[in-house]
């Protein structure tokens, strides 16, 4: 078992995974920072991503589908062995994505992941992101939801 990391630690290796990984495809990242147990619970997907070679698989997909795709950390808070990561992500519709053509429109999302680690690695993470806005600024909905 590997001694506790720190807060500050965790909260470096879960920027890694959001600016290396997602951001710039850093596949070889996956193995070393990814638990080979890793869950994603995505509001976005119907069914977890699970395991480091679907990790691979989903970043490729998305940055497949959205040319140019930045993810920015915002913003990080720790605690124990969990890391909540606020970022925005932008980029342009340039292939299929959620099933839908490629608009050439940008896009912009932000979000909030919520990380827990285990032996220094992320197991699990949690990601609620704005999965409406995203669909509208493609076009895929035009309806506007005033409260």
Known sequence: M???MS???LKRIARLEIEEIF??????LVDEIVSPDYVIFDNGRAEPVRGRE????????MRSSVSDFVVTV???LAEGDTVMTRWTATGTHTGTLFGFAPTGRPI???GID???FVDGQIAEVRSIWDTYAVLRQIGAVDVDIDV
């Open 54 to 61: 679907s990790l691979k698989a989903a970043v490729t997909a």
């Open 108 to 110: 912009t999302m932000h």
């Open 7 to 9: 807060e500050e630690e």
């Open 114 to 116: 919520i990380e827990r």
């Open 74 to 76: 915002d913003e990080q």
């Open 23 to 28: 951001s710039k495809g850093n596949l070889d």
């Open 2 to 4: 590997l001694a506790a």
